[in-house]
Nanobody
Framework: QVQLVESGGGLVQAGGSLRLSCVAS????????MGWFRQAPGKEREFVAR????????DYADSVKGRFTVSRDNAKNTVYLEMNSLKAEDTAVYYC?????????????????????WGQGTQVTVSS
């Protein structure tokens, strides 16, 4: 059974940094695309970033490009989201997701519906 467990959320002042972690278990993830999404109160879940387990190809939402960095540690089955220069509008529950198809052409991996597995989410609150 695939499990994704996020951690690292919290309260931080605007301009600060946080690093989120997502530990994956229960499968061989080498073919997966791993995504980070977020959902603020009253808003739809939105794409933040994604990375391929093999090759480490990345993609970012325009709103976080240059501030956030997604990475992975294959040996630890862990995906990270390093968040810098945080803004109040980054406040949301952040979710890790896994797509076993491994496909990411034409922005496919930006859509939440393609992901097979989701973590429980971790709250990030940025105070202004």
């Amino acid at each position: 059974q695939v499990q994704l467990v996020e951690s690292g959320g919290g309260l931080v002042q605007a301009g600060g940094s946080l690093r989120l972690s997502c530990v994956a278990s229960g499968s061989t993830f080498s073919t997966y695309v791993m995504g980070w999404f977020r959902q603020a109160p009253g808003k739809e879940r939105e794409f933040v970033a994604r990375i391929t387990w093999v090759g480490g190809s990345t993609d970012y939402a325009d709103s976080v490009k240059g501030r956030f960095t997604v990475s992975r540690d294959n040996a630890k089955n862990t995906v990270y989201l390093e968040m810098n220069s945080l803004k109040a509008e980054d406040t949301a529950v952040y979710y890790c997701a896994g797509d076993r198809s491994g496909a990411y052409y034409s922005g496919r991996a930006r859509h939440a519906t393609v992901y097979d597995y989701w973590g429980q989410g971790t709250q990030v609150t940025v105070s202004s």
